[in-house]
């Protein structure tokens, strides 16, 4: 009777502790803090801003095509002209916004004239896995994670566009990512460094 009791204490504190070994974090926080970390980050189409409007050299400049993806969405206009140059005439295609595009562009605030297409908002739609960097005391943890951007505009998932601006195809289907996040003075999490 006694050695029945004593089975049944010794497997009644191994399932208790181990219960208790396994408490895993909460993700809703972890999700939270990494939606914070994205807020106000969106998809550009170009790396850094560019200005407009532009006169570009069709058979040199690389950005042909995007500006061409661009104005067959009906975010800018192009107009053929003829720029004198030292060896004579060349053709170039003059850009500028139009009204739809005015709508689109950001300007940067640092530069009359520069800007961007930007889009869309990044949100933080699952947690794959998180990993403690220590057990014993869980303050940092190494996440993994899923995102996708939404609000992204018609213009953007054109072919032409998906072509023309590679990081936007790659930027506006679901990712996954690694953060790591460490827990702050008043019990939050926060992302170090920022995605």
């Not at 181990?18 to 790396?47: F, Q, T």
């Not at 060349?90 to 689109?104: E, M, Q, S």
Request: charged letters at 25%.
């Amino acid at each position: 009777m006694r050695e029945r009791m004593a089975a049944a204490m010794v497997l009644t504190v191994l399932v208790v502790g181990a219960g208790g070994c396994g408490k895993a974090v909460d993700k809703g926080p972890l999700l939270a803090a990494l939606n914070k970390a994205y807020d106000g980050r969106h998809v550009c189409v170009w790396p850094d801003a560019t200005k407009l409007p532009a006169t570009i050299d069709p058979t040199k400049d690389d950005k042909i095509r995007g500006y061409e993806a661009l104005t067959d969405a009906g975010l800018l206009t192009r107009v053929y002209q003829e720029k004198k140059e030292a060896s004579g005439f060349i053709k170039v295609n003059k850009y500028d916004l139009t009204d739809k595009g005015h709508a689109a562009w950001v300007a940067d605030p640092k530069q009359e004239g520069w800007g961007n297409f930007c889009f869309g908002h990044f949100n933080v739609t699952a947690i794959d896995k998180a990993t403690p960097d220590d057990s014993s005391n869980p303050t940092r943890y190494t996440v993994n994670y899923s995102y996708e951007v939404e609000g992204i505009p018609g213009w953007a998932r054109t072919p032409e566009s998906m072509r023309a601006f590679r990081g936007v195809a790659a930027d506006t289907s679901i990712q996954s990512a690694t953060a790591t996040l460490v827990k702050d003075e008043a019990g939050g999490w926060r992302v170090e460094p920022a995605p």
